[in-house]
C-alpha cells in the first residue's frame, strides 16, 4: 500500500489555465506539507497543514490555494498558471511537527508550457 | 539568505571509496538535523538523524558527524556503492510551534563502479 500517493503523476498545461493536485496519505499521521521542487533540485516549503489547520505559509503567490478536506487529505488548486510554475511537486507527512520524520509522496511534474 | 548551506554540490566517488556531504548552519537553536536521500523520479526519503547532544550517530554505513561548537554537520557514507548514487539533502529545524524543515540546496553524488 502506498502510504503517501498524489495524482497526477504528470501534469502538462497551458499558461493562464487552473489546475489541481491531489495528495492522499494513509499512515494516520496529522501534519501534511506542500513542497515545490525546482529544476535544480532545491526543496521549497509551501504550505503545512496540522489536523486541517494551516501552520505554515511561506511567501506564496496568492495563486496557490491548499485545501485540506480532512487530515489524511491535502490538494493544492493553482489558479492562472505561469511559466515559473513548472517544477515538481511534492506533498509530504508527519506525524506531528516535532522531530518526526517527513513521508514524500512520488510527485507531481508539473509543466506550464 | 541560505540558513543552511551544504557542500559540495556534486560529487564523484568510486566504489569502495568514501563519499563525504557537508553542511553548516547559522541558526544556534536549531536542535535536530536529518538527511534525506532522493533517487531520480522519487521523493526524498528520510536516511539518518541526529539531535545535538551527541556528536555522532551511525546507521549502517552511514554516518552523521556532529560538530556544535562548529555548527556543521556531516553524512559519511563508507564503502560507497552505485546503489548510493542519489542526491543527498541535510537540514535542521528548530523547536517550538509550527516546526519546519531549512533544507541545503542538495548534493548529487555518483558512485562509479
Known amino acids: 500500500d502506498t502510504a503517501v500517493s498524489q495524482t497526477p503523476k504528470y501534469l502538462v498545461t497551458q499558461m493562464g489555465n487552473d489546475k489541481s493536485i491531489k495528495c492522499e496519505q494513509n499512515l494516520g499521521h496529522d501534519t501534511m506539507y506542500w513542497y515545490k521542487q525546482d529544476s535544480k533540485k532545491f526543496l521549497k516549503i509551501m504550505f503545512s497543514?496540522?489536523?486541517?489547520?494551516?501552520?505554515i505559509n511561506e511567501t506564496v503567490p496568492n495563486r496557490f490555494s491548499p485545501k485540506s478536506p480532512d487530515k489524511a487529505h491535502l490538494n493544492l488548486h493553482i489558479n492562472s498558471l505561469e511559466l515559473g510554475d513548472s517544477a515538481v511537486y511534492f506533498c509530504?507527512?508527519?506525524?506531528?511537527?516535532?522531530?518526526?520524520?517527513?513521508?514524500f509522496g512520488p510527485g507531481t511534474r508539473l509543466t506550464v508550457l | 539568505q541560505q540558513q543552511v548551506k551544504q557542500s559540495p554540490q556534486s560529487l564523484i566517488v568510486q566504489k569502495g571509496g568514501i563519499s563525504i556531504i557537508n553542511c553548516a548552519y547559522e541558526?544556534?537553536?536549531?536542535?535536530?538535523f536529518p538527511w534525506y536521500q532522493q533517487f531520480p523520479g522519487k521523493g526524498p526519503a528520510l536516511l539518518i538523524a541526529?539531535?545535538?547532544d551527541v556528536s555522532e550517530k551511525k546507521e549502517g554505513r552511514f554516518t552523521i558527524s556532529f560538530n556544535k561548537s562548529a555548527k556543521q554537520f556531516s553524512l559519511h557514507i563508507m564503502d560507497s556503492q552505485p546503489g548510493d548514487s542519489a542526491t543527498y539533502f541535510c537540514a535542521a529545524s528548530k523547536g517550538g510551534n509550527n516546526r519546519k524543515l531549512i533544507w541545503g540546496l542538495g548534493t548529487s553524488l555518483a558512485v562509479n563502479p
Open positions: 541526529i539531535r545535538p
Open positions: 497543514y496540522n489536523n486541517k489547520e494551516l501552520i
Open positions: 541558526n544556534t537553536a536549531f536542535d535536530y
Open positions: 509530504a507527512s508527519s506525524n506531528g511537527q516535532g522531530y518526526n520524520e517527513q513521508f
